[in-house]
């Protein structure tokens, strides 16, 4: 069916555009469904008055003749086959009057190219986006629904309404809008939406329903649909909760771990490089003596908690690997996660940062090779595992790779002074409660130091929850407990593995 402005009437004709018939250059409006149309007809720009155009269900592939669309107004080509991207790239390139813009359901894999500054609205609902970068467009308001999206990022500066409803979202964490009004995540896997008010100061409307929130109110508030009660959670900072989201593959691996975040009242700086002569590289050994202290007393202190981070880690990491890292440099929620291999810059061995990256197994296999490397035995077991399980943010950064080392990207530097991302894992299965115990010991030592370089501060410690990737409700660990910060217990008198 055909349909055009009022000074115009429907005839069908032969050919595959049959709406063409009834159109003269006064047409406004023309609507076409239906039939086979893998290109736009030539005849289209000829209607030199058509300002809306809809071409739905008609399996167009291509828009080689653009030239019909430069002064259109709203194009909907919705239910077409023009991904998995627009042909050509240029189609929308002179295109200075459009004003919306209907992609849906094309199988796009990414957004067209060369899209004009006057388009207000674009839809790319029911499409294939695995990914969305928002300052590729300047748009006011974009539907991207029902799509694969797993992660957004940029900042579109004018864009006021985004739909991301039925997705695989799990992180907002790359992402920031100063302008959004409405934003639709609906219907994803946000196990949390980390200083989204701060990141979108504007907006007035969200929906979050359909998503494992891990904080129990932000989730009430937002199954509720209640706006004022959402604010509410959210402004009290209910919806930043920090989780470690683990997959079975890197538990059947590595299966203990546990992570806190430990923070000073007011800035404290730490030192940029750890000492790779210590068994304990990835400890707390690295925080920076306050020179205006007495030297010896602060160097012996200093020495006192390296010795507990050596002995938390047993010969050879072989209790347990202790991880910890800047918190400014981390894009929440985490993944616990394995592969066969994983490319990342470690500050572990000697390794310099002018060498680049480096596959972890490569790096394992020089350590294993070599004569006098304390973490020999570390890049053994590594080696030995089927998979590496490591430890990834939202933006892809790996953290570390226990029990080898921790990642340069993420290393705790001068610059450090928001706090400290701390994690512990171990792959023996009766290591629970000495990774537990070992983290207690690393916070108290930690908490001591922190006492005695920068008196009058609160030491304030803050849990995080370890959940299942297959159901981001169920918790594997969360720590620390109530309990353990209330009473700290002797660390376990366990054997050293024999050599």
């Known amino acids: 069916m055909a349909t055009t402005d009022s000074s115009s ?16 250059e006064a047409t406004a409006t023309l609507k076409c469904q239906g039939g086979r149309r893998p290109c736009l007809d030539v005849r289209l720009a000829g209607l030199t008055g058509l300002r809306f155009l809809e071409v739905r269900k008609a399996q167009l592939e291509r828009l080689d003749e653009s030239q019909c669309l430069q002064r259109l107004r709203d194009l909907s080509l919705a239910d077409n086959a023009l991904g998995p ?105 946000l196990v ?92 707390l050994e690295d925080l920076q003596i306050d020179h205006n202290e007495d030297l010896a007393a602060a160097r012996k202190t200093f020495d006192e908690f390296l010795a507990s981070q050596t002995r938390l880690h047993a010969k050879g990491r072989r209790r347990a690997a202790i991880g910890t890292h800047a918190l400014e440099a981390i894009a929440w929620p985490l993944a616990y996660v394995a592969a066969d291999d994983v490319d990342f810059l470690p500050i572990a061995g000697g390794w310099m940062r002018e060498k680049g990256r480096v596959s972890a197994r490569k790096f394992a296999a020089d350590l294993a090779a070599g004569k006098n490397s304390s973490l020999k035995h570390a890049a053994k077991q590594l080696l030995a595992a089927p998979k590496l399980a490591h430890l990834v943010d939202a933006r892809g950064t790996v953290l570390s790779v226990p029990p080898l080392s921790n990642a340069y990207d993420t290393r705790i530097t001068l610059d450090t002074k928001s706090g400290v991302f701390l994690e512990v894992s171990a792959a023996e299965a009766k290591d629970d409660s000495h990774v537990r115990a070992a983290a207690l010991h690393l916070l108290n030592d930690a908490i001591a130091l922190f006492e005695q370089q920068a008196p009058g501060r609160t030491v304030m410690v803050e849990p995080v929850d ?6 981001r409700t169920l918790l594997r660990s969360s720590f620390p407990d109530r309990d353990e910060l209330l009473s700290l217990p002797p660390l376990p008198d366990l054997p050293h593995p024999q050599d």
């Open 192 to 283: 949390e939406v980390d200083l989204l008010l701060e990141r979108c100061p504007k907006i007035a409307r969200i929906d979050l329903s359909g998503n494992p929130l891990v904080d129990k109110k932000l989730a009430r508030a937002a199954a509720d649909g209640s706006s004022k009660k959402l604010f509410d959670a959210l402004r009290k900072g209910s919806g930043e909760r920090r989780v470690v989201v683990a997959s079975k593959e890197a538990l059947a691996i590595r299966p203990h771990v546990v992570a806190c975040v430990l923070r000073v009242s007011s800035p404290y700086v730490f030192a940029p490089d750890a000492d790779d002569d210590f068994e304990a590289l990835v400890g």
């Open 466 to 471: 370890v959940v299942y990737d297959f159901d």
């Open 85 to 189: 991207v627009v042909k050509p790239e240029t189609a929308f390139l002179g295109c200075g009057q459009l004003r919306s813009l209907d992609l849906s359901g094309n199988g796009l894999e990414s957004l067209p190219k060369s899209l004009p500054e006057s388009l207000e609205t674009l839809n790319v609902s029911r499409n294939r986006l695995e990914a969305l970068d928002a300052s590729e467009t300047q748009i006011r308001r974009l539907i991207a629904s029902d799509n694969r999206i797993e992660n957004v990022s940029g900042g579109a500066r004018r864009l006021q309404e985004l739909c991301l409803r039925r997705n695989a979202l799990s992180t907002l964490a790359r992402f920031a809008c100063p302008e959004l009004r409405d934003l639709d995540v609906a219907d994803n896997r």
């Open 9 to 24: 009437s429907s005839t069908f004709s032969g050919d595959s555009w049959p709406e063409l018939a009834g159109c003269s």
